[in-house]
């Protein structure tokens, strides 16, 4: 398995909570159908519909709500590359379709649900290309009004972030970290100096580190920048230190070494000698003890042992369960 691209982990970690997906969604589709939607009735739905060559340029968290007495897929596509692809409106289309058939297979009903579909862009430059199908499709300018009825459209809505201000994304009607994940994946690419630019989100960077799954928040956030932007790890610490909570640093560079060491894991090949995978295991053991001990110092006593005969799988899941745990039942014994 590859590992989850930096984009797609941190489009995932703020866009997976409801509350901010709708709020997402309401800023970009129309009023009239926005007032529509119970947006309480909004829930994330499994899959992803993307080209495995092509996941390291999207995510595309699905959701469905109620719309009337009907059910409605709210589909958004993250479109992480520095040029416009002009084949958007047919990657939507397939994707789409995608979408349907699972449908399809699993509903006995005759009907397709309504997919709206809501692309977030970030290229350097506002968004110039086609937001429809029909505007690939070779048609003469003579013939037009006669062959458009009869070809696909699929218009899709866009989040177009180079057409946006850090001052406009400050004023959004969304979370603080929505906020500050939408102004990253503006300025990340273009930024001489993108720490600099985030320091002056210091208040909403201290924010989010007191919020329940700050961890989890800010491993996201800074895995991506030195990621995309090749940041020294020591300056990544010194930011954390300064801008916005020196109780940070440990849990989130502990969660960052056990991310990469269990995504290193899982790309493996099967035939390793069985000493390795097991030093292996004793590593990510040993990482998870250290990011458990960070958030509940009197944990050891009690799991130390358990952790240290757990396999992958079960310290994986236990990992994903301490970003946002509140007591240590809710990692073990969720």
């Given at each position: 398995?590859a590992m989850q691209s930096?984009?797609?982990?941190?489009?995932?970690?703020v866009?997976?909570v409801p509350?901010?997906?709708?709020a997402e969604?309401?800023?970009?589709l129309p009023?009239?159908?926005s007032?529509?939607?119970?947006?309480?009735s909004?829930?994330?739905?499994?899959?992803?519909?993307?080209?495995e060559?092509?996941?390291?340029?999207?995510?595309?968290p699905?959701?469905?709500a109620?719309?009337?007495?009907?059910?409605?897929l709210?589909y958004?596509l993250?479109?992480?590359?520095?040029?416009?692809?002009?084949w958007?409106?047919?990657q939507?289309?397939?994707?789409t379709?995608?979408?349907?058939?699972r449908h399809?297979r699993?509903s006995?009903?005759?009907?397709?649900?309504?997919?709206?579909?809501?692309?977030?862009?970030?290229?350097?430059?506002?968004w110039s290309g086609p937001r429809e199908?029909?505007?690939?499709?070779?048609v003469?300018?003579?013939e037009?009004?006669r062959?458009?009825?009869?070809?696909?459209?699929?218009?899709f809505l866009?989040?177009d972030?180079?057409?946006e201000?850090p001052?406009?994304?400050?004023?959004?009607?969304a979370?603080?970290?929505a906020r500050?994940?939408l102004?990253c994946?503006?300025?990340?690419?273009?930024?001489?100096d993108?720490?600099a630019?985030?320091?002056?989100?210091g208040?909403?960077?201290r924010?989010?580190?007191q919020?329940?799954g700050?961890v989890a928040?800010?491993?996201?956030?800074l895995?991506?920048?030195m990621?995309v932007?090749?940041?020294?790890?020591g300056?990544?610490r010194?930011?954390?230190?300064?801008?916005?909570d020196?109780?940070?640093?440990s849990?989130?560079?502990?969660?960052i070494?056990f991310?990469?060491?269990k995504?290193r894991?899982?790309g493996?090949q099967?035939?390793l000698?069985?000493g390795?995978q097991?030093?292996?295991?004793?590593g990510?053991a040993?990482?998870?003890?250290?990011?458990l001990?960070?958030?509940?110092?009197?944990?050891?006593?009690?799991?130390?042992s358990r952790?240290?005969?757990?396999?992958?799988?079960?310290?994986?899941?236990w990992?994903e369960?301490?970003?946002?745990?509140?007591?240590?039942e809710?990692?073990?014994?969720?």
């Open positions: 398995m930096p984009h797609d982990a941190l489009f995932k970690q866009f997976s509350s901010e997906a709708a969604f309401c800023h970009v009023e009239a159908v007032r529509e939607i119970d947006w309480r909004l829930r994330s739905e499994p899959g992803s519909f993307v080209d060559e092509l996941r390291d340029r999207h995510a595309d699905l959701f469905s109620t719309y009337g007495s009907k059910r409605v709210l958004c993250l479109e992480h590359k520095s040029t416009l692809d002009l958007t409106p047919l939507v289309l397939i994707y379709m995608r979408i349907w058939e399809r699993e006995p009903n005759l009907e397709l649900p309504a997919v709206f579909t809501v692309v977030v862009y970030h290229g350097p430059r506002p199908l029909v505007d690939l499709i070779a003469p300018p003579s037009r009004e062959f458009e009825p009869y070809q696909p459209r699929c218009p866009i989040d972030l180079a057409a201000t001052e406009s994304l400050r004023r959004r009607r979370g603080v970290f500050v994940v102004f994946l503006k300025r990340v690419r273009e930024s001489p993108i720490l630019e985030l320091a002056l989100w208040d909403a960077l924010s989010i580190a919020a329940p700050g928040a800010l491993t996201a956030l895995s991506y920048i990621e932007r090749d940041v020294p790890v300056r990544v010194q930011f954390l230190r300064i801008e916005v020196p109780t940070m640093e849990p989130v560079f502990t969660m070494d991310l990469k060491e995504f894991d899982e493996r099967e035939g000698e069985q390795r097991e030093g292996r295991n004793e990510q040993e990482l998870f003890l250290r990011l001990r960070a958030r509940f110092p009197d944990a050891l006593d009690r799991f130390a952790v240290e005969q757990a396999g992958d799988a079960e310290l994986a899941t990992a369960r301490l970003l946002k745990a509140r007591s240590l809710d990692v073990f014994d969720a």
